[in-house]
């Protein structure tokens, strides 16, 4: 190559490697075979998925808009679609993971590092911890680590604001697809356990306003107590006695001993109105409706029940109707080829790298011979022109041959001599 | 006396017809006919004309065989005269060139001489060197007053002498062959009183020189030993 300045074309690394292809062929077929060694020998990652769509009606119920609130905001709805699912990977549900399928051993999903090299890590976080490079072991943090690995490894990410892909990543294609199967289950189960609880948690607490409304009610007689007064005495005589238990140990302001005493109330009532039916009331405490009048408390107990009846309902239907609330879009599939690592990726970046580097080499290697003293300056010190110069053929092939009539004509010989 | 020349009295052996063919080849098929071209140019010089040419190197394996060969080889083919080939090396490297391998004994254009040989008493008298070369001969040499020689080596001076001053007469070019100048090897004929009986010489100049450590003081003798040098050929694309 020549001395100049100028910033090196295409030809001029072409002819660069070209100069230098001994080298060039050496280090990018010792790069392909160390990235193709390296393909074979890493530890190999399987990975599967599932797509679950999650529909815009699972968030809703007709029969109780009025009673619960609606989220409309698609972006909301997307962050609770994905609390959700991330909601399914319990503690107990990771650790039943782990436990089938021995997901907590050591190197499941990491490198799967030689004992030696294992035990030098190990000593030198050791030694870490004692100069106050890495916190203290604490007790119990293995666990946590451990599932805070398998975590990392169950991948959720949304493909749009209804849309979820959930994998798992795990050196055993069987133990991959299995995970991940257990995974879609869990995560359905927990989507409508959600759903059932949320609305069981609305009806409770109507269900125990209905029954305060009924003690103030005289016109609503426990229909019991007039055909069979001796239930309601029993039914009262079993509330008297769990008082008495709870009373030892807690306040009158204790929920439970709350909800107890109206119930006595409410059994008293029952049975004053009874015919035959006279029991002395214990003190009242704390009655729960004071003040309302009973037309007042006629009017909320009839919207109360007709808000019960629909939430009984929606938990009803909800029974029947789970698999309209979400979609399968792509089964978990068993996974053929490995994630990681890609022979032909990296034999592809064995070969660009071996070439990149060989280029480099080359170029620091024509810098150095550039750099030499030539011949020319050589013929200066001693003052002498350069006559020629020898020309670099390959001896151990055929010459390049000229074009015909190029070359010159060897002497022609007469009787063996050549013509003077 | 051409005649005489020509006799079996020059010893040819060991040639090799592949090196030899593929020596034509480099002739025919490069670019190392340029150098004959200027060496024939600086030939036709009258005030540089000279008969003899001895091809100097600092180092071993620098090209100089080569160089001799195809030189021998391209000078007789382009000038149509005849050239003497002179070998003065004596240890080689066996996986060095041999300037007899490339010789083709049936090319009445080139005829070839190793001095060892003759010095040896391995070959037969070369006509060159018993033909007389002239009364002047003896002053000649001593003329020449070779700085640091009390008795001159007659042995090597003379026949040096004889083959670079009969070759004149009889041969367009002689070509002379010298071990590096920076052997050591005694049995050698000395290089720079090769260099110095001929009348120029050409340093080849190869990778080996260029990367030397003490280039500055090897060429500040070169200078200094009173050798004509009329040019340097470069080697530096080395040829494998």
Partial sequence: MNNRTEPAGAADILSLAYQYRAMTL????????????????????????????????????????????????????KAQRESLIRQAMTPEFLDGLAEKHGLYAPGRG???????????????????????????????NDLSAARQRLLSRIEVFPLNNTTFQVGFVDPDPSVTFLVTRELYNQVIHTLLEVRTRNLVNIRDPIRKRL??????????????????????????????????????????????????????RILLRWLNNAPGGGIEAAEPRNPLVGGESPESARDAHADLTQKMDYLNIALESDKANQAHYFALLEAPIYP???????????????LGGGLLASLFLAAVRNYFDRSRIRAESLADRLGVPI??????????????RAPQGAAMSAPQLTNGRARP | ??????????????????????LKDFIRYTEVRELVYKIADLQRRPQDAFSSLAVLSLYPSEGKTLLCAALAAAYAETCRT??????????????????????????????????????????????????????????????????????????????VTKVTRNGAKQYGLVILDTAPLTAR??????????????????LVIGPRALSAADMPERLQALKDSGIRLIGAVSNEEFSQ
């Fill in chain 2, 185 to 202: 090897n005694k049995n050698n004929f000395d290089p720079a009183l090769v260099s110095r009986l001929s009348d120029a010489s050409v």
């Fill in chain 2, 82 to 159: 005849r050239v003497l080939a002179v070998d003065t090396t004596t240890m080689r490297n066996p996986k060095s060139l041999s300037l007899k391998e490339c010789i083709d004994p049936a090319d009445p254009m080139i005829d070839f001489i190793s001095l060892t040989d003759h010095r040896n008493g391995e070959s037969e008298v070369s006509d060159v060197i018993h033909a007389p070369a002239g009364v002047a001969f003896e002053s000649e040499v001593m003329d020449r007053g070779f700085p640091g020689l009390g008795t001159p080596p007659i042995n090597e001076q003379y026949l």
């Fill in chain 1, 110 to 140: 990491g490198l799967d590092l030689p004992p030696a090299v294992s035990r030098l890590l190990k000593r030198m976080k050791e030694a870490g911890r004692q100069w106050g490079l890495f916190p203290q072991k604490k007790s119990g």
């Fill in chain 1, 26 to 77: 050496a280090i990018t077929a010792l790069s392909l075979a160390a990235f193709l060694t390296a393909a074979a020998v890493l530890p190999r990652k399987y990975k599967t998925h599932y797509v679950v769509t999650i529909y815009a009606k699972y968030f809703q119920n007709p029969l109780i808009q009025g009673i619960v609130t609606e989220t409309s905001d698609s972006g909301e709805l």
């Fill in chain 1, 336 to 350: 053929v080829s490995p994630l990681w690592p890609k022979t032909p990726l990296f034999a592809l970046w064995g």
């Fill in chain 2, 1 to 22: 006396m051409i005649s005489q020349l020509t006799s079996s009295s020059m010893v040819r052996t060991a040639y090799n017809p592949a090196k030899g063919e593929r």
């Fill in chain 1, 211 to 264: 029954e305060s409304l009924a003690f103030n009610m005289a016109s609503s007689p426990d229909p019991r107590a007039s055909v069979r007064p001796q239930l309601v005495r029993e039914e009262l005589s079993e509330v008297r006695g769990q008082l008495r238990a709870l009373t030892t140990q807690y306040t009158e302001d204790h929920p439970l001993i709350a909800e107890l005493r109206d119930r006595e």
């Fill in chain 1, 387 to 400: 006559l020629g110069a020898l020309p670099a053929v390959p001896w151990r092939k055929a010459l390049p």
